[in-house]
């Protein structure tokens, strides 16, 4: 069965931590994404990835940075989290060739206190 | 810039009720994709349907169809003879074909099905 894996389902950290969230797929998909998900907001588009240390901004990317050296993980970074950074964290992937649509992994419920 | 709007934040209706859930969206782009995703109280979100602009057949599957009509920009989802399972939040979202296939989606609406 194919998998989007979130390394963390709940994570509890202080203000001022580093913070990593790690995301790995078994798909062989070129396309990976991180979004943060808030009541009223939907999902919102942090950063994204096409290829292996390609990245690029996504429509709030302010406060994160991601790393991406294998093509399978595509890590979501909190250089130093203040607590409007608490929320649902999604990653996703997808595949260039076809057929088109996301995988989600299952979330990272992200507290930041 | 593309944009989806889900004007109904929240629905709530009783088991076997139909219900459509309304999805309007915003593109410049000629070609582009349409989905539906359901998000269960588990967190994970669950694709539902894919539709190509190029096709604005409805769609049936079991009890879920699928309403697109370009002219209006909308791509409504109907449930029929709802039923306690149905209750997530669901969401519509579009991308462009080209690229990174980014997807754009809406606010998402919260649908509870009352036995």
């Known amino acids: 069965d194919v998998k989007v894996t979130q390394s963390s389902r709940y994570l509890v950290k202080r203000t001022g931590e580093k913070v990593f969230l790690e995301c790995v797929q078994d798909?062989?998909?070129?396309?990976m994404f991180w979004y943060r998900q808030d009541p009223g907001l939907g999902l919102r588009l942090i950063y994204f990835s096409y290829d292996v240390k390609m990245k690029e901004k996504g429509d709030i990317p302010e406060g994160y940075s991601v790393s991406r050296e294998k093509k399978e993980r595509f890590s979501l970074i909190l250089e130093s989290a203040s607590t409007n950074q608490t929320s649902m964290y999604l990653c996703a992937s997808s595949s260039r060739r076809g057929p088109y649509g996301y995988t989600f992994g299952s979330g990272t419920r992200l507290t930041v206190v | 810039a593309q944009k989806v709007t889900q004007a109904q934040t929240e629905i709530s209706v009783v088991e076997k009720e139909d219900v459509t859930l309304d999805c309007v969206y915003e593109t410049r782009d000629t070609t582009y994709y349409l989905f539906w995703y359901k998000q269960p109280p588990s967190g994970e979100l669950v694709f539902l349907i894919r539709r190509n602009s190029f096709d604005e057949q409805n769609e049936i599957s079991g009890r879920y169809s699928w309403n697109f009509q370009k002219s209006t920009s909308s791509f409504n989802f109907t449930i029929t003879a709802s039923q306690v399972v149905d209750s997530a939040v669901y969401f519509c979202?579009?991308?462009?074909?080209?690229?990174?296939?980014?997807?754009?989606f809406g606010q998402g609406t919260r649908l509870t099905i009352n036995p």
């Open positions: 979202a579009l991308s462009g074909i080209q690229g990174a296939q980014k997807l754009v």
């Open positions: 798909m062989d998909h070129e396309n």
